[in-house]
């Protein structure tokens, strides 16, 4: 399994936002609730439209941990959906394929999502870089390393900072600016 990156340029995850939005709408909101909800794509995947519509809270039972998870839609998030589900019953998958009686696969996940970032020149990117850029601007905007650590459901803070790719980040960062310039010498 190849490993992905989140996308830490918020300009770049605009654009993707954009051209998705261009190309589906179905798509545009599937990223959209990847980068505001921090959930994997299975749990994604299976939301059902009664599942967010005039909810304030989303409540699921995660599949890989099989915890149950409660957390609010976020502001900007909510008159995307109210939008998106208008037309829609509350039986149905909020991102059906084409029959729609089941939701897209993973796998057609994983198609257009990576595929909208090779568009714009990413080839570290599939479905988990939307909960890895959740994660990342989480944390960038608010710093609480802590508090993202429990919305991920991860054992330690260190395993948190290396999954958003903060301590690689940080390595890089410290290693490009190491210098044994004399100070005033070019």
Known sequence: MNTVEPIRDINLVWDIA?????????????????????????????????????????????????????????????????????????????????QGKQPITRQQAYNIISSAGRKFGLDSIGTHTLRKTFGYHMYKQTGDIATLKDILNHSDISVTFRYIGINQETKDDRIESLSYRKRGRP
């Open 18 to 98: 954009d051209y998705l939005k261009e190309t589906s709408e179905r798509n545009y909101v599937m990223f959209l609730c990847g980068i505001y909800m921090g959930l994997r794509i299975s749990d994604i995947l299976k939301l059902q439209v009664r599942d967010v519509r005039k909810k304030q809270y989303v409540i699921l039972r995660e599949k890989k941990t099989g915890k149950e998870k409660k957390f609010p839609i976020n502001k900007e998030l909510q008159p995307i959906l109210d939008s998106y589900l208008a037309d829609k019953s509350d039986y149905e998958y909020l991102f059906s394929s084409r």
